[in-house]
T-cell receptor, first 112, second 113 residues
Framework: GQQLNQSPQSMFIQEGEDVSMNCTSS?????WLWYKQDPGEGPVLLIA?????ELTSNGRLTAQFGITRKDSFLNISASIPSDVGIYFC????????????FGTGTRLKVLA | DGGITQSPKYLFRKEGQNVTLSCEQN?????MYWYRQDPGQGLRLIYY???????QKGDIAEGYSVSREKKESFPLTVTSAQKNPTAFYLC????????????FGQGTRLTVV
């Protein structure tokens, strides 16, 4: 099945540090989405991106839609313990099927 | 209260039995999706539906079946043909056109005993 390449797979960081993760694809997408999932729960949408080059913020989170339309980046500034979780990227095809393909996830652990 | 409701939250099934997972939405979204998540892994698409009475196979449809008789409902049946059904199942909805967000339910954890 199709999945996006997401990195890093996991990371431990100190509270207060900034975090960066990215997602790459061999396909072109017209929408990039970033989600956070807590254990045993469904993913919650953090940021949606619709245009190549777009940079969007949501509080301490900032995401960018790559200009090639094949990648996207998520940054978290000044991490706090509640940032712990799994972060997923997702791309939506522009072909008309409107399927969403998900990344493999980045597991974030914040050390207080 | 708008949203996506998956039920039950936890489900146990004996080997050889079929089981149906419920997904209901009142967001008036056209598109609905079922994903499977295994421990430590990403989400894999099982089936999706963009309009009522129509649905398409995703990447791992074998051993699963769905129906879309109403806009609000997209139940997933895990059949006995699914060799490894123990997983976390997530239902999602979207407005069903390009450039839109997908929203998720709380998930159903299915365990085969």
């Amino acid at each position: 099945g199709q999945q996006l390449n997401q990195s890093p797979q996991s990371m431990f960081i100190q509270e207060g540090e900034d975090v960066s993760m990215n997602c790459t694809s061999s396909s072109i997408f017209n929408t990039w989405l970033w989600y956070k999932q807590d254990p045993g729960e469904g993913p919650v949408l953090l940021i949606a991106l619709y245009k190549a080059g777009e940079l969007t913020s949501n509080g301490r989170l900032t995401a960018q839609f790559g200009i090639t339309r094949k990648d996207s980046f998520l940054n978290i500034s000044a991490s706090i313990p509640s940032d712990v979780g799994i972060y997923f990227c997702a791309g939506q095809f522009s072909s008309g099927t409107y399927k969403y393909i998900f990344g493999t996830g980045t597991r974030l652990k914040v050390l207080a | 209260d708008g949203g996506i409701t998956q039920s039950p939250k936890y489900l146990f099934r004996k080997e050889g039995q079929n089981v149906t997972l419920s997904c209901e939405q009142n967001l008036n979204h056209d598109a609905m999706y079922w994903y499977r998540q295994d421990p430590g892994q990403g989400l894999r698409l099982i089936y999706y539906s963009q309009i009522v009475n129509d649905f398409q196979k995703g990447d791992i449809a074998e051993g699963y079946s769905v129906s879309r008789e109403k806009k609000e409902s997209f139940p997933l049946t895990v059949t006995s043909a699914q060799k490894n059904p123990t997983a976390f199942y997530l239902c999602a909805t979207a407005r069903g056109r390009g450039g839109t967000e997908a929203f998720f339910g709380q998930g159903t954890r299915l365990t085969v005993v």
